[in-house]
């Protein structure tokens, strides 16, 4: 079950951001200059969101040292993400990126109800930092490149809040 939140859900993840595009569009009314693919404005923004990928990946990595099994397996499979992301990141930026962190965000302890309560905060104050960022972005290729982690670390919540036993589904 675990995997198929972390597989599933894009749509329900995105149409928040979706429908506020849509209204934002119908008080402005459409506009009739493309967006450039690439603008270097964006920079700050990326490499923010590199540093915050970096530090997540190193959050996941210190979290999972205490666990075994499949508990590990889970968690290391979204370190991995967080890795990828980082990844993808700094090689969108190319030479203008900047310094990854190695510095975990908390000290994650406990067992894994209480690490996947502590990182599903974390992925929540991640996807509404990178969510907020977009507003920010000028070149398509940048918006896109964070709109998809976002629906990833939406799918993060989701599957952790339900191990933590904190979702509306773990009740059911």
């Not at 993840?13 to 979706?18: Q, R």
């Not at 009314?29 to 990946?57: C, F, I, K, Q």
């Amino acid at each position: 079950m675990i995997a198929s939140l972390l597989a599933g859900g894009a749509i329900a993840a995105t149409a928040p951001f979706l429908a506020s595009q849509a209204s934002a569009e119908g008080e402005s009314g459409p506009s009739t200059t493309a967006p450039p693919h690439r603008d270097s404005a964006d920079n700050a923004a990326l490499n923010a969101a590199y540093v915050r990928e970096s530090r997540m990946a190193a959050t996941y990595a210190s979290a999972v040292a205490g666990l075994s099994g499949d508990d590990q397996a889970a968690l290391l499979l979204v370190h991995d993400h967080h890795v990828a992301y980082a990844q993808a990141l700094k090689g969108y930026l190319a030479t203008e990126a900047g310094n990854a962190s190695s510095q975990p965000l908390i000290a994650a302890s406990g067992g894994i109800t209480a690490l996947a309560a502590q990182l599903a905060t974390l992925e929540e104050e991640t996807v509404t930092i990178h969510t907020n960022s977009l507003e920010t972005l000028r070149g398509i290729d940048a918006a896109s490149l964070v709109a998809s982690i976002i629906v990833v670390e939406a799918r993060h919540v989701a599957a952790l809040n339900v191990i933590a036993g904190t979702s509306p589904i773990a009740a059911a």
